[in-house]
């Protein structure tokens, strides 16, 4: 029953997760009493996905280090530049500049997994991206706020490393442990057992943190259709931007297939919490109009990845 409830919510998520926003916005009033439930939620969701993860992502490190030093390098420095950019050229506010950036530099999604192994990607790649990312994230996403947030509003980086040590790291490492103590029965078992609930815990988490851009929506502006719009573009060009990247560097569609999802996708719940958390309303607005696109994005650039790889192997034939 579980398992077929897992397939259910997962074929639903590109409409399920908005359907959150939505529900979020309009119950903006109980959403502000149930906060305090985000990081339990988030590190249970957290802990879930990681039980899928072993530590042959890691050792993927030592045959792929150019790769994964660029996807990262991609996320956390190319990405946020590029958002500072357009976000500062197209509206001027310092806090909506703040949340493009931070939306762009949260970690990789580690649901970017599922989608690697539906196109057929390289998947120990893939996982050794988002365990590698997953690690240095509280180093790195504490550090671009305070670079992007400047001398403007004063934020306590330390306690942002705090969280996403708790909501993502010390949860990661527990569940590669248990996968790698059970030798993968884990993931088979209890992983399978409780995979709904991680989609639960997201749509729940959307949900919460959606109330805070209630009175945003309900006074709908042409700036906030805008911030949409912008949103949208940003992330097309990510999955844009890694499919170029990878076609002149990598040349293999496996290896090229798990970089455009890894760098396409984030995890955006745990930039939802700590712009919710840290920043005034308007930061989180960018980061939680993300959701809107993550998984609807991703299904399109499947069907782009598996014509690209029809090509190159047309390409491929003809050459040879």
């Not at 409409?15 to 305090?36: C, E």
């Not at 293999?252 to 745990?270: E, K």
């Not at 930039?271 to 930061?283: E, L």
Request: hydrophobic content about 55%; glycine content about 6%; charged content about 10%.
């Amino acid at each position: 029953m579980l398992a077929n409830l897992n397939n259910y919510l997962q074929k639903l998520m590109p409409i399920l997760t908005p359907l959150s926003l939505i529900i979020g916005v309009i119950l903006d009033d109980i959403g502000g009493y149930l906060l305090f439930l985000v990081p339990w939620l988030f590190a249970l969701m957290t802990f879930i996905g990681s039980l899928s993860m072993n530590f042959q992502g890691l050792r993927s490190f030592t045959k792929y280090p150019v790769v994964i030093l660029i996807t990262i390098a991609f996320l956390h420095i190319l990405m946020p530049i590029w958002a500072y950019f357009v976000a500062t050229v197209l509206f001027n506010d310092h806090l909506l500049t703040i949340g493009f950036v931070l939306s762009v530099a949260v970690p990789t999604g580690v649901t970017s997994f599922i989608w690697v192994s539906i196109c057929r990607g390289h998947l120990a790649l893939c996982l050794s991206i988002i365990l590698i990312d997953t690690i240095l994230s509280p180093i790195i996403l504490p550090l671009l706020v305070h670079v992007t947030v400047g001398q403007n509003i004063e934020i306590d980086t330390t306690s942002i490393m705090l969280d996403l040590l708790w909501m993502i790291l010390l949860p990661s490492i527990a569940g590669v442990l248990l996968n790698e103590w059970t030798k993968g029965n884990i993931e088979k078992t209890v992983g399978k057992t409780l995979a709904p609930f991680q989609k639960i815990s997201l749509f729940l988490i959307v949900m919460i943190n959606s109330s805070v851009i209630g009175p945003y929506i309900r006074n709908i502006t042409w700036e906030t259709v805008g911030i949409i719009i912008v949103v949208l573009l940003l992330s097309i060009s990510g999955y844009v931007f890694c499919l170029v990247l990878g076609h002149y560097l990598f040349k293999d569609p496996s290896v090229i297939t798990s970089v455009v999802f890894t760098g396409g996708m984030r995890n955006i719940a745990v930039g939802v919490v700590i712009a919710s958390t840290y920043f005034p309303a308007k930061v989180v607005m960018p980061v939680v109009f993300g959701m809107l696109f993550q998984q609807v994005l991703a299904s399109q650039f499947s069907r782009i990845i598996e014509k690209y790889r029809v090509k190159y192997a047309l390409n491929l034939k003809e050459s040879t």
